[in-house]
């Protein structure tokens, strides 16, 4: 399944801030921690618009729902990312 990950950016505190968007191929059952991962094991990592773009920086911990580490809004929501999964969110 194709998703788009829309990814809210800066480049650091204060900066100025910006949407940046990625074409996602993966299952329906996915985190969007493994998401995630998956972009940042891109080399280069790309947006939709083919321009480069550094990697996303997030945190996660024990990447099964007990540190909160990956605490992030996703569409909106307070969600950690290692629980949360792509098809219901699509
Ligand atoms: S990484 Fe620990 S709760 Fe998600």
């Known amino acids: ?30 985190s969007v921690a493994a998401a995630l991962r998956e972009l940042n094991a891109r080399t280069p990592l790309t947006d939709l618009n083919g321009r ?7 945190e996660c911990g024990c990447a099964c729902g007990k540190c909160g580490a990956c605490a992030m809004r996703v569409n909106g929501l307070p969600m950690l990312a290692c629980k949360a999964f792509l098809g219901p969110l699509g």
Do not use: C, K, L, T
């Open 52 to 58: 480069e773009a550094p990697p996303v920086r997030w």
């Open 1 to 30: 399944m194709n998703f788009v990950i829309r990814v809210r950016r800066a480049a650091g505190p204060g900066a100025h801030v910006f949407w940046q968007e990625f074409a996602y191929e993966g299952d329906e059952s996915e």
